[in-house]
């Protein structure tokens, strides 16, 4: 299974690396207050920039990452996901950098996750000091006690943790987490094939003092306007906005769809 090949990649490279000297900067970004849907207000869209993936295969490069990570700002994305992983989705923490710089001479406050296969407390430490708010954290990875470990470190590190889950099991280990975002992915990691009715089901028995974010398998406005009915708060919206040479029109419609 291609999970399984993509953990054993991670162990390998986890070894490899050093902590860095800083962990933190005195930017905060309250992700988790910025993604909160209040009554009458719309789902917020998280947009993504990876270069490749397995499911996937190679995405549109015409952008460099500043340009697409701009445009997704423009657009009005509520927070950009940077793929860290090398070997099977071309990213690195470098473009988390890149991003956060990127934004922050632009003046625009969009928080970036740190989206890898985090399975120790240096991805975290790592993560940070390139200027990640937030980090995911994979369930179907971990063990339940490094869930609850894993989520209590990154808020010390100042980073917001986005404990994703795939099914009621999972969601049971994340709430026992004090990790305020809960993101349910579409997808199944092992087969790399889309649910979306047992992702809608997961999304809706997330508790309300937790923040729903739907992960994966958006591709059309209908798409939208049909979670922006339901529990989910936030959604991230990856693959299809990646094929795309320029972003800018189809996040405009999605955005507004949002706002439906």
């Known amino acids: ?43 917020r869209i998280l947009t993504e920039f990876k270069r490749k993936s397995p499911s ?21 994305a509520s927070l950009v996901s940077v793929l860290c992983d090398g070997p099977f989705f071309g990213g690195s923490y470098d473009d988390v950098a890149e991003a956060r710089a990127v934004l922050d001479r632009a003046g625009r406050p969009v928080p970036i ?36 470990s894993l989520a209590k ?32 992915n579409a997808r199944d990691l092992d087969t790399l094939r889309m649910d979306p009715e047992r992702a809608a089901k997961i999304v809706a028995s997330i508790p309300d003092d937790r923040v729903a974010v739907h992960l994966s398998g958006l591709k059309t406005e209908d798409d939208v306007r049909a979670l922006s009915k339901g529990r989910a708060e936030a959604a991230l919206v990856g693959e299809i906005l990646m094929r795309q040479d320029d972003p800018t029109d189809l996040l405009t419609r999605f955005v507004a769809a949002a706002r439906e």
Request: charged share 25%; proline share 3%; glycine share 6%.
């Open 1 to 43: 299974m291609i999970l399984d090949k993509i953990v054993s990649s991670k162990r390998a490279e986890i070894a490899a690396l050093k902590a860095p000297s800083a962990t933190a900067s005195g930017r905060h970004i309250d992700v988790a207050g910025l993604l909160k849907r209040r009554s009458g207000e719309p789902l």
């Open 56 to 76: 996937a295969g190679e995405l549109s490069r015409t952008l460099s990452l500043a340009e697409r990570v701009t445009a997704y700002a423009k657009a009005g």
């Open 113 to 148: 996750l740190a989206k890898e296969f985090i399975l120790d407390e240096v991805q975290l430490q790592i993560a940070r000091s390139k200027g990640a708010d937030a980090a995911l954290l994979i369930v179907r990875i971990l063990q339940p006690g490094e869930v609850v």
């Open 153 to 184: 470190a990154a808020r010390e590190y100042g980073l917001e943790p986005l404990v994703e889950v795939a099914n009621e099991e999972e969601l049971a280990i994340a709430l026992r987490t004090d990790a305020r975002l809960i993101g349910v």
